[in-house]
C-alpha cells in the first residue's frame, strides 16, 4: 500500500526540469483526477467512492470510443453493400442511445453538485475529504463558507490540508 502511495503522490507532484539555456517558464498540466481521495490521512469513504465513480466514468468513456471504432471499421470493410450499411446505422444509432443513457447518472450528478455548490463529480474526491483541523467534518463545508475567488486556497489552509 506505501508503493501505491509513494506513486501516486510522485506522479501528482512530477516535474519536468528544462536546461537554463531554453528560458522557457515551466509548464504545468493538472490531471483532473485528485489522487488525494486515495492518500493521506483525510481520505473517507466518500472521497474514495467519488473517485472510484470518476475511474468508472473513465472506462465508460473508453468502452464507447472503442465501439464506434470498432463500428467504423466494419463500415470500412463494408464496402458499400447498401444492406451492410443499414446495419451499421442501426448500430450506430444504438451506440448514441447507450451513450446517452450511460452519462445520464454522472450528468445530473454534476448538476445537483454545481448547484448545491460543491462542484462535478471530478470535483467531488477533494470536496469529500476530511479536514484535518479546523472546526469543519469535511472539506466542502470550510470551502462553502469563503468568498471570493481564494476560497479554494483558503479552504485548504482551514483544513490543514
Do not use: H
Request: aromatic content about 14%; charged content about 15%; overall charge negative.
Amino acid at each position: 500500500m506505501n508503493l501505491i502511495r509513494t506513486l501516486l503522490l510522485t506522479l501528482q507532484t512530477a516535474n519536468i526540469d528544462l536546461p537554463s539555456e531554453v528560458k522557457l517558464n515551466p509548464i504545468f498540466i493538472p490531471t483532473f483526477i485528485e489522487f488525494d481521495a486515495l492518500v493521506g490521512t483525510s481520505a473517507t469513504i466518500f472521497s474514495l467512492l467519488s473517485f472510484v465513480g470518476i475511474l468508472a466514468t473513465i472506462g465508460i468513456v473508453i468502452f464507447w470510443v472503442y465501439k464506434i471504432v470498432r463500428l467504423g471499421v466494419e463500415g470500412i470493410q463494408s464496402e458499400g453493400k447498401s444492406e451492410k450499411i443499414e446495419e451499421l446505422t442501426k448500430k450506430l444509432q444504438n451506440i448514441f442511445l447507450g451513450i446517452f443513457m450511460s452519462f445520464l447518472f454522472p450528468i445530473i450528478l454534476s448538476i445537483i453538485g454545481l448547484f448545491s455548490g460543491i462542484g462535478t463529480i471530478f470535483e467531488w474526491p477533494r470536496m469529500f475529504r476530511a479536514c484535518e483541523v479546523g472546526e469543519y467534518y469535511y472539506y466542502y463545508q470550510a470551502y462553502l463558507d469563503q468568498d471570493g475567488p481564494d476560497a479554494i486556497t483558503d479552504a485548504d489552509t482551514i483544513c490543514g490540508l
